[in-house]
């Protein structure tokens, strides 16, 4: 009975925010991609003036590494780099779901080790 409690609740939380209204002319891009433990996923949404055209209009973002366990503490920063894009079948056109590869803050964003 619990389960199915906590499956209804979580369903009407997500429901609630899911449904928040977006500002006209502005496009969420919901970045995902692997956790340290290549077995979890990780998300944040960025809000966009324009759909894009390409993976080449998507804006290379960043993260702290150190909380997913994909980054030393000293130098955590890691970059998210676009690479792919779909349509958001949770909160519909014109919003996406961006794919991305976890990448070092280096001049050739080269990929991290945790990257599978």
């Not at 977006?22 to 979890?40: M, N, Q, R, T």
Request: proline share 9%.
């Amino acid at each position: 009975l619990l389960t199915y409690i906590m499956a209804e609740l979580s369903f009407e939380i997500a429901k609630k925010f899911t449904s928040l209204p977006v500002p006209d002319g502005k496009i969420l891009a919901e970045y995902v991609w692997i956790g340290g433990s290549g077995s979890d996923l990780r998300c944040k949404t960025k809000t966009l003036t324009k759909a894009p055209s390409g993976l080449s209009d998507l804006p290379i973002w960043n993260f702290d590494g150190s909380s997913t366990g994909q980054a030393p503490g000293k130098d955590s920063e890691v970059y998210l780099k676009p690479i792919a894009i779909f349509k958001d079948p949770f909160r519909g056109e014109p919003h996406i779901i961006v794919l991305n590869e976890c990448c070092l803050p280096d001049a050739a964003l080269t990929p991290i080790p945790t990257n599978t």
